[in-house]
Each structure stands twice: as structure tokens, then as C-alpha cells.
């Protein structure tokens, strides 16, 4: 069941009362702090200053890693017979992500793994965890400078403060 947000009400469906301390001194920060990871240096970065601005904010850190997939879903090996899935799986990345927040900021951490469109998929979390901020790495492709990066197609769609680490 989704829950309808309104202003002041820090309701979240997936991160509920049993993490957010609804009579906890809070800070005037963001409750919900969304960070979009890969294995790329910016999205460390974009990590460890997510993880710091949940800490000072006493905020849940929500780690997000989106496969794309890639354009054949499954590719055949040489014998053409075993189907091969691409790519790395993502989730001993959160893991580790996750684990290294934890025990060196004390902050609770949650962790979600989806596949599909980066953009469509940091919206679609963002929006169902009710994220007060969100935060990504920067690009440095050169296509981005042709076809918009990632942040601004955020910054489109999103209702919350981007910041993009560099």
C-alpha cells in the first residue's frame, strides 16, 4: 500500500517506525538520505558524503545500485547452449557499502539492488522510501555531454535537493 505524503508527516512505508524514532531529537537535515552507487570513484565519494550528511542528520542512508541491463538480457556461450548472465551482481558492493556505514558512522543503513533504467529506478526508490535528499556521483563520459546527464534527467524528474558529488 503506498502512503500518500504530506507536508510534516515523515511517514515512510519502508523505512518505518521501527528505524525512524519518531520522539528522537532530530536535526534540520534530511530524514531519508538516498545515495545511487556503482563501482565507479565519484559514486564512492558520492557514498562517503552521504553516509557523513546522514550521520550529522541522524537519517537513514538508503545505498541503491541499478543494473542496466545489458542489450541482449542473456547472452549464449561458445557452446551455445548455457545461458550467461552479464555483469557483476551488485549486492556484495551494498554489502560492503553498507557494513563500512554502519560500523564507522553508526548509522542505520538500508539497501535495495534493482535492474533497469538508472534514472526510472532512483525515481521509483526515491519516491517510495520518500527520500528527503538525494545524491550521485558525477559523470564523466563524454556522451553525457550530448544525450544530458544522469542529474539533470533527475533534476527533471525528481521532487528532492540532487547533489552531485564530483
Partial sequence: MRMKRTHGDPAVPLLNAQVLDRNAPTLDGPRVVVVAVDDSPTAFRAASYAAGLARRNRSVLMLLHVRKPPPSAIWIDAVGNVPIQPGSDGSALLDQLAELAHEQYGIVVKRSLCDGSPVKEI????????????????SHSRLHRVMGSMSARLLRRGMWPITVVP
Fill in 123 to 138: 525515481v521509483r526508490i526515491a519516491n517510495e522510501v520518500h527520500a528527503d535528499a538525494v545524491v550521485i556521483g558525477c
